[in-house]
Each structure stands twice: as C-alpha cells, then as structure tokens.
C-alpha cells in the first residue's frame, strides 16, 4: 500500500509571518492525518516554516531547488540551503516554472538527481496543456517529460510524480475522477518501463489540477491517485485540512 501525500503548494503567497500563522492554524486540524502532510513554502519563508512545524506532522518542502552546489547563480537556491533548515521535500518542474522561467525536460533531470544526491525527496511534476489534450498529444508530452526528466534517476522509490493538467491549474477546471486516474496510470505504466513494474507500484502519483475540499473524496477514491499537489485551497486551513482527510 503507497501512504498517501497531500503536500500544499503555496506558490508566492504569505510572507514568513503569515506563513507560520498558516502552520499554527494548520496543526491542530491536520494532527490525526492518515496521510502525509507536506507544505512547499516560498524560500524566504523557509526559516520561519520550519520552526513553525516543529513537534508536528508537517513536514516542510520547497518549490524549487538548483543543479549546482554552489556557484554563481544569482536568485537560486541550492540543497544544503534548504537542508539545513530541515526541508524533507522539494516540487521539481512544475508547469509555471516551465511556463515563466524557462524550465525543460533536462533541467528538471538535472535538478531531480541533484535532489535525490542530496537526500531530498524530488516532486517532479508533468502535464498537458489543454491544446496537447484536444489533439491527443497527452501520453506523448508525458512519455518525453518522465522519459527526460528521469534520466539516469538510481533512486527511483524516493520519487513522488505530480500530474498536473496544465489546463486544470489555477482554472476551477479539473479533469474528472475517470480521467486523472486513467492518465495516471499511463503515467505508472511508463515508470514500470523505465525503472520496474515492481518499483512502478510502489511509487506516489499525486493529482494536481484544482484538487479541493469538495472534489477531493471523489479523486483519492481512485485507485491510481496517491495524493495531490494542493494550490490555492492549501492557503486556507479549513479547506486543506478538508483535503488531509479525504477519508473521513
């Protein structure tokens, strides 16, 4: 049995003090959770997050992480960064990273083995945009984007996969129970291609695309769907503790 992830992805929202607000506000409703709770934070709130979630459940990510070590990359952040302050886990590619700032297929594989060498554990996103979903390009784009993406990955139970609809993000559109999990299960067969059926199974897909409080139960009810990569509804403790117990 994969344990659930529920990790919320804040985007660029909350300063530090709102955001250890947030996790103050969030303890106590997610402190029973079944799942694993995980709440990726802008950098600069990364100190305060962390002695927020302290004694708690909730465990601490990041939104993006770079290559290299160290160096001249004025704006990045590297993994010893982020470790010291006790991040566990750390989203890889998401799609408005792609879209805004020029992220690739071979960028998100450089970052994800920098992050699996480091000890963190990578959410590596994938999705399609609405046009590739209309002309049936949806396996194509996710074939290439694991296939690239997770090149030379000798970790690969450490990895947890976010399938996120480019369409279904920020919209109020998501794609029904039926279609996310049948396009994640093309997303496990791909996995069991490239590493093992065995490893394949054993592997999180979370689903990505508006997941909230009142479609979550319907989602998480599928059998490929492990998770999901909370945007806006993670900001709100009542509807993502709503999401944490999807099973109540």
């Given at each position: 049995?994969r344990?659930?992830?529920?990790?919320?992805?804040?985007?660029?929202?909350?300063?530090?003090?709102?955001g250890?607000?947030?996790?103050?506000?969030?303890?106590?409703?997610?402190?029973?959770?079944?799942?694993?709770?995980?709440v990726?934070?802008?950098?600069?709130?990364?100190?305060?997050?962390?002695?927020?979630?302290?004694?708690?459940?909730?465990r601490?990510?990041?939104?993006?992480?770079?290559?290299?070590?160290?160096?001249?990359?004025?704006?990045?952040?590297?993994a010893?960064?982020?470790?010291?302050?006790?991040?566990?886990?750390?989203?890889?590619?998401?799609?408005?990273?792609?879209?805004?700032?020029?992220?690739?297929d071979?960028?998100?594989?450089?970052?994800?083995?920098?992050?699996?060498?480091?000890?963190?554990?990578?959410?590596?996103?994938?999705?399609?945009?609405?046009?590739?979903?209309?002309?049936?390009?949806?396996?194509?784009?996710?074939?290439?984007?694991?296939?690239?993406?997770?090149?030379?990955?000798?970790?690969?139970?450490?990895?947890?996969?976010?399938?996120?609809?480019?369409?279904?993000?920020?919209?109020?559109?998501?794609?029904?129970?039926?279609?996310?999990?049948?396009?994640?299960?093309?997303?496990?067969s791909?996995?069991?291609?490239?590493?093992?059926?065995?490893?394949?199974?054993?592997?999180?897909?979370?689903?990505?695309?508006?997941?909230?409080?009142?479609?979550?139960?319907?989602?998480?009810?599928?059998?490929?769907?492990?998770?999901?990569?909370?945007?806006?509804?993670?900001?709100?403790?009542m509807?993502?503790?709503?999401?944490?117990h999807?099973?109540?």
């Amino acid at each position: 049995m994969r344990t659930p992830i529920i990790a919320g992805n804040w985007k660029m929202n909350n300063t530090a003090k709102e955001g250890a607000a947030l996790v103050e506000a969030l303890k106590p409703l997610v402190k029973d959770a079944a799942c694993d709770v995980v709440v990726c934070v802008p950098a600069i709130d990364i100190p305060a997050v962390a002695q927020a979630v302290q004694g708690s459940n909730i465990r601490l990510g990041a939104q993006n992480v770079h290559f290299a070590q160290k160096g001249a990359f004025t704006g990045e952040i590297s993994a010893d960064m982020l470790l010291e302050y006790g991040v566990q886990y750390v989203i890889i590619g998401h799609s408005e990273r792609r879209q805004y700032f020029g992220e690739t297929d071979e960028t998100v594989n450089k970052r994800v083995l920098r992050a699996l060498e480091a000890g963190l554990l990578p959410i590596v996103c994938v999705g399609e945009t609405l046009s590739e979903r209309e002309t049936g390009k949806t396996e194509a784009v996710l074939l290439k984007s694991l296939t690239e993406g997770l090149k030379d990955v000798q970790s690969p139970e450490k990895l947890i996969i976010a399938y996120e609809p480019v369409w279904a993000i920020g919209t109020g559109k998501t794609a029904t129970a039926e279609q996310a999990n049948e396009t994640i299960g093309y997303i496990r067969s791909v996995l069991a291609k490239l590493f093992s059926p065995a490893i394949a199974q054993t592997i999180r897909i979370q689903y990505g695309g508006s997941m909230n409080a009142g479609n979550c139960k319907q989602l998480m009810s599928m059998p490929e769907i492990d998770g999901g990569l909370i945007g806006g509804a993670s900001l709100k403790p009542m509807d993502f503790s709503a999401i944490v117990h999807f099973d109540k």
